[in-house]
């Protein structure tokens, strides 16, 4: 009867000490992790950090590419894994910088014109007016009137707000007025 008394008081020993051990647990304050909820700003969106440029012709791999933004005509040529020995790279400025989804042509020697159908990329066409949707910084700026600042704020406005749906909206650009307009309304479009 003796071992039998041990024997419960062992157990109920041991059955105190892992219900101390658990209520210890249980009363541990749990971690606690607090994470920042990001707060939305009055700040403009920040200009994009890729373009993706469509480029076509007399290159080794004709294709769309993703390249960072600011990048100029020669990166997407290389992208494509270079002119061909057919390709007539004077006919294009390779220093130019590129626009977000504009295509740029490579045209083979002899041809003068891009394959029918497909765009150039080129905000120049229809009589020397310039596409306010598709011109590149370079093509803006030889508007009267445009010089770099304004030009970037043209592609940063489209950018942000989408194409212009009227060449009137040109207006809405921050440092372009009526006066500026009136310069420009017989020399852009939109489509």
Known sequence: MRTVLIGLGVALAVSLG???YLYSLAMQTPEVVYIEKEVPTNEAPTAPQFVVIHVSGAVAKPAVYTLPAGSRAHTAVEAAGGALATAN???INLARVLT??????IAAMGET???AGAPTGSGQ???GTVNINTASQSELETLPGIGPTRARAIIAHRTQHGP?????????VTGIGEKTFESLKS???VR
């Not at 212009?164 to 809405?172: H, K, V």
């Open 164 to 172: 212009f749906a009227r060449i009137e909206d040109i207006q809405n």
């Open 113 to 115: 014109a891009p394959p």
């Open 18 to 20: 892992a219900n101390a």
């Open 100 to 105: 977000d989804g504009e295509q740029l042509h």
């Open 125 to 127: 066409a229809r009589g």
């Open 89 to 91: 790279l004077s006919a």
């Open 187 to 189: 020399l852009i479009r």
